[in-house]
């Protein structure tokens, strides 16, 4: 049976989230149990991308200290680090506080600029990753995911946050070749597997709903959550929300591919009862099988498509630059750029590059008027 701890924490008050993070560490047997002293261990929060505390974005400082005085204090080596989806690692990680933190207890930061290309013949659908030295230079890993919607798999949590271990615009290349999110969710179990991540401890004091996992908006849902089994963690995280985790193709696939169950789970400390957000803004249609048909028709005027709002569109091209296709999906006409950038919905593979790295918050998600006839739509206003 795999135990998920559930801690009620209204406030990033480092006092408190540190004894409950002892206290729930003991649950699970104490952090010797898991990962023996003589390990040297990364810590990988969510860093996606520059942005404040307070947005949501990325994981808490707060919650990022408290785990590296419980380490310090039981002689670990630990480093940190994350591969965001757009800048620089040492000044995303700046931005949201964490090498201030990090520097206040002579935690370095690992290398996630530099990385090298592994081979894993056990993969189901993906053989190679292109893995950061941080990563492969350490022996643990305790993850550190942000609770936040996610426009191509529903969430974004513990099984999604490992994917920062794949060095810098590699990530795009995954979402060219796993072109929706059934073989993309497929793709991150097989890397989730190559890793074997040692502990999963989620940020969800302040989520994210909406329009994430970069630009929505923050929401109280007073949660942090504590396991070794992300399948387990991400199934209570949709209990939270009340969506069916049934629906959510990274939880479908990792206990299809043995890396954890959504099915026989101990949930310690609260009654998540509680603590359920039924408000939660979050597409709860699930993924259908059109979304990965090649047909123009069907993914033009049925899948539900990234736009810009062009009103008040920066015309900055980020979106351009991080689309994954060598033969881009959006582009700026006959080179102009007085005008947004126009979507080719052809192209197009839903991966929503571009939604995530909107630094203006103009990029949003819509299902086209036959998607909303033929399957209708369960988004909550």
């Known amino acids: 049976m795999s135990k998920v701890v559930l801690i009620e924490c209204k406030e990033y008050n480092l006092d408190f989230i540190y004894d409950k993070l002892k206290w729930g560490l003991e649950q699970l047997g104490g952090i010797q149990s898991i990962i023996p002293t003589s390990k040297k261990v990364l810590l990988k929060p969510n860093l996606l991308i520059s942005a404040d505390p307070e947005a949501a ?8 200290e408290a785990i590296i005085k419980i380490m310090k204090e039981n002689g670990y080596q630990v480093k940190f680090g994350d591969s965001p989806g757009f800048g620089n690692p040492e000044k995303v990680a700046s931005k949201a506080g964490l090498v201030e933190v990090a520097n206040k207890y002579g935690i370095e930061q690992a290398d996630f600029v530099h990385g090298k290309k592994i081979s894993f013949p056990d993969g189901q659908i993906c053989k190679q990753f292109d893995i950061a030295d941080g990563v492969l230079e350490t022996d643990a890993i305790i993850n550190l995911p ?100 049934a629906i959510i193709p990274t939880i479908t696939y990792g206990q299809k591919f043995g890396l954890g169950s959504h099915d026989n789970i101990e949930i310690i400390g609260e009654d998540y009862h509680n603590f359920v957000n039924k408000n939660f803004k979050i597409e709860r249609n699930p993924l259908k099988e059109e979304d990965s048909s090649s047909l123009s028709f069907i993914r033009k005027h049925v899948v539900r498509r990234p736009y810009i709002e062009k009103d008040i569109c920066k ?39 571009c939604q995530e790295m909107c630094p203006y918050h103009v990029i949003k998600v819509k299902t086209p008027i036959i998607g909303k006839i033929l399957y209708g739509t369960k988004i909550l206003k």
């Not at 974005?57 to 990022?64: D, L």
Request: charged share 20%; with cysteine; hydrophobic share 40%.
């Open 57 to 64: 974005v990325t994981t808490h400082p707060v919650v990022f």
């Open 146 to 245: 942000k609770m936040k919607a996610h426009a191509l798999q529903r969430i974004t949590g513990a099984i999604k946050n490992p994917f920062g271990c794949v060095i810098g615009f590699n990530k795009g290349t995954m979402h060219s070749v796993y072109t929706n999110a059934f073989r993309f969710a497929e793709m991150i179990i097989d890397l989730n597997n190559y890793l074997k991540v040692d502990l999963h401890i989620m940020d969800g004091i302040v989520a994210m709903e909406g329009n994430g996992p970069r630009n929505g908006d923050p929401v109280k849902m007073n949660v942090l959550l504590i396991s070794t089994d992300p399948v387990a963690l991400d199934t209570v995280f949709c209990k939270l929300i009340d969506i069916n985790h």
């Open 315 to 353: 015309k900055c091209g980020i979106c351009v630059e991080v689309c994954p296709l060598p033969d881009k999906a959006l582009s700026f006409k006959n080179n102009d750029k007085s005008n947004p950038p126009i979507y080719d919905y052809n192209k197009c593979i839903r991966c929503y590059c």
